[in-house]
């Protein structure tokens, strides 16, 4: 597959909506205690940040009080919930969404779409991307349209009409996780922080668990809840056997400092460095 097709593939519709977070079927108190959880607050410390009584946030997350508008929007700025999910629970209580979602491809968003468009060219021949909260790729730079083709010829079946998302192809008997080396190492692990995106975004929670079902089925049920900190290693890598020998990476993620619109907000630039000279050597000879 040569790299020009890869642009096509993972290219999601610039005039389109980039992030669509389905509305969970979950009532109000239920979402509320969901998040509360994922943040890993108790009431009462909920409460003395909101300067309420334990009692009124357990009336709320019991559906035997309803929330204020005011005191809705204080609750999740101090959970730290993602934007599209305040949207979701201010829908459910009755009151209007406070953010937007406008497209990436929109005029108002022009500036943003060119930055990302740097962060993407500065950083080749390493690969690179840009990932919305449900893990849709949305854009790839050079490096990153050549580490997917090395590490998934077949890719180039896929229907060039809709996005590629990352947690199916990990998922995928065939997609990312094949070529890992260490995947008893990086599995384990990568799955316990898609879990904790989960309990925050559910809507990706079926894809996480498929991922989970493939390192059940390779690694084994005991393994797959074994994670082993390494001193030495400051950063988790990935190992991965290619054709050009065994290629090493770490990632790092930028994200919009403070977003006031659910597409921003939703946005992740992955950026993949080269974990030792040797893979390094390997992407400044192929990248082209």
Do not use: C
């Not at 790839?140 to 990352?166: F, K, S």
């Not at 079926?206 to 991922?211: G, L, T």
């Not at 950026?271 to 000879?285: C, K, P, S, W």
């Amino acid at each position: 597959m040569s790299q020009a097709q890869w642009p096509r593939l993972y290219r999601a519709d610039r005039n389109g909506p980039i992030f669509a977070h389905p509305m969970t079927t979950h009532p109000l108190p239920t979402t509320l205690r969901q998040v509360r959880k994922a943040s890993r607050l108790s009431q009462l410390e909920l409460s003395l940040r909101l300067g309420v009584s334990q009692r009124h946030v357990s009336f709320v997350e019991s559906g035997r009080a309803n929330p204020s508008r005011e005191l809705l929007m204080a609750w999740l700025q101090e959970l730290d919930a993602p934007l599209v999910v305040r949207n979701e629970v201010m829908l459910k209580a009755g009151y209007a969404p406070v953010y937007s979602a406008t497209p990436l491809g929109d005029p108002a968003l022009a500036q943003i779409d060119e930055a990302l468009g740097q962060l993407l060219t500065a950083h080749d021949p390493m690969p690179a991307l840009v990932i919305d909260a449900h893990w849709n790729v949305l854009r790839l730079n050079r490096g990153g349209q050549w580490l997917a083709a090395t590490l998934m010829p077949w890719a180039a079946e896929l229907a060039a009409t809709e996005p590629v998302n990352v947690l199916d192809l990990l998922a995928h008997p065939e997609g990312f996780t094949k070529p890992i080396v260490n995947l008893p190492e990086m599995g384990p692990a990568f799955l316990a922080h898609l879990r904790h995106e989960a309990a925050i975004q559910p809507a990706i929670a079926p894809k996480v668990e498929a991922f989970a079902a493939l390192l059940r089925d390779r690694i084994g049920e005991q393994n797959l809840h074994k994670i082993e900190p390494q001193p030495t290693a400051p950063v988790l890598t990935t190992r991965y056997r290619t054709q050009y020998g065994e290629l090493a990476f770490f990632s790092m993620f930028t994200t919009f400092g403070t977003p006031q619109d659910i597409t921003l907000a939703s946005l992740r630039v992955e950026h993949i460095f080269a974990a030792d000279e040797a893979t390094h050597a390997v992407l400044r000879a192929q990248v082209h």
